[in-house]
């Protein structure tokens, strides 16, 4: 009994070590490396929009918001790095040559509302990106990267859009007359959400 699940062990952990000791090609390793540059440069625009809204504007839910949304991209870049590493990708640099880029378009934000359509704007950037990644594996039939990019990322991103939409969309069909009220009734649901996150940043 005691030697059957020995070898079912060893036979579960060549399956996991298989796949982690092919060589990636080089269009595939790019690609992701690419990625891990767009997700460490989302979260430091998220820390921008926090910042813009948490100190200057007193809106302490998105604030908090966009601190979550900043950790979690900043997680999904390394994890993306240990992945690379882990399957042994030849690269001159992980993190490609134009680097971590913080976006006009969200210093320029002056509104909740503008903030919002920035942030979902980078993340379709980043979200375009998964899929061509996914392609670029589907190419040479890598599904150990297929499959990480649909549980791990592609998800991910699916779900910042759909809530990031759908804020918009309550600040956007609010009378004008009562866009301040939705505005703030919307920061206190975030901030019951999240809780005031500002503290572990400023």
Known sequence: MHTISFITFIILLQSIVQPSSIILTSNVAKCLSDLATQELSDSYNYLQLSSKFGATNAYPGFSSLFIKLSD??????????????????????????????????????????????????????????????????????????????????LEHHIEIDKH?????????QAPISEKKLATFMLDEELLDTYGDRRKDIF
């Open 164 to 172: 990031l939409a759908d804020f918009e969309n309550r600040l956007n």
């Open 72 to 153: 979690d991209d900043s997680s999904k870049a390394h994890d993306l790095i240990k992945f690379l590493t882990l399957r042994r990708a030849k690269l001159d640099r992980l993190i490609n040559t134009n680097g971590v880029r913080i976006r006009t378009e969200i210093t320029n934000a002056m509104d909740i509302y503008n903030g919002l359509l920035e942030a979902r704007n980078q993340n379709k950037e980043a979200w375009n990106i998964v899929v061509r990644c996914h392609q670029e594996a589907a190419n040479i039939s890598d599904a150990n990267v297929q499959d990480y990019l649909e549980s791990h990322i």
